[in-house]
C-alpha cells in the first residue's frame, strides 16, 4: 500500500498534497482498496467555501457509500470533473488522477504544520495498520 511521505492524511483516510496556498484532496490508496469499485464522487461545486471536518461529498461503490471530508478550511477553487464520467480514476490512482477538489486554503501554514488533525505519513500508516 503506498503512504507517500509528501502528503497530509486524516483519521478518515483523505490526503492533503500542499502546494503554497492551496492544496488538492482525494481519498488514500487504503481508503479506495477498502471501498472497492468506485461507482460515484458526488464533489461540492467551484466557489463552495467548506470548514476542516466538513462533509463535502460522497463517494459511493459496489459496497456502500460514504461522506467525504474536507481535510482542511478553504474554499474550492476546482474539483476533478473526470471523476464524472471515470469515477474508477479513485481506485486506479488515488494520489494522482483520483484527485477530488482543489482548495484556496484559509491558513497554510496550519495546515502545513499539521492543523492538529492532520498526520504525517508515519503516523498514518500507524494509523493503518492498528486497524
Do not use: C
Request: negative net charge; glycine residues 10%; charged residues 25%.
Amino acid at each position: 500500500m503506498q503512504v507517500p511521505d509528501d502528503l497530509r492524511y486524516t483519521q478518515d483516510h483523505e490526503w492533503l498534497r500542499i502546494d503554497g496556498e492551496e492544496a488538492v484532496m482525494g481519498i488514500t490508496e487504503y481508503a479506495a482498496t477498502e471501498l472497492g469499485d468506485i461507482v460515484f464522487v458526488e464533489l461540492p461545486r467551484t466557489g463552495t467555501a467548506v470548514e476542516t471536518a466538513q462533509s463535502l461529498g460522497v463517494i459511493e461503490s459496489v459496497k456502500t457509500a460514504s461522506d467525504l471530508f474536507a481535510p482542511a478550511a478553504g474554499e474550492i477553487v476546482a474539483i476533478n470533473d473526470a471523476l464524472a464520467d471515470k469515477p474508477e480514476l479513485v481506485n486506479d490512482d488515488p494520489y494522482g488522477e483520483g484527485w477530488m477538489i482543489r482548495l484556496k486554503l484559509s491558513d497554510p501554514a496550519a495546515a502545513s504544520a499539521g492543523g492538529g488533525h492532520l498526520m504525517d505519513a508515519d503516523a498514518y500508516r500507524k494509523l493503518v495498520e492498528a486497524g
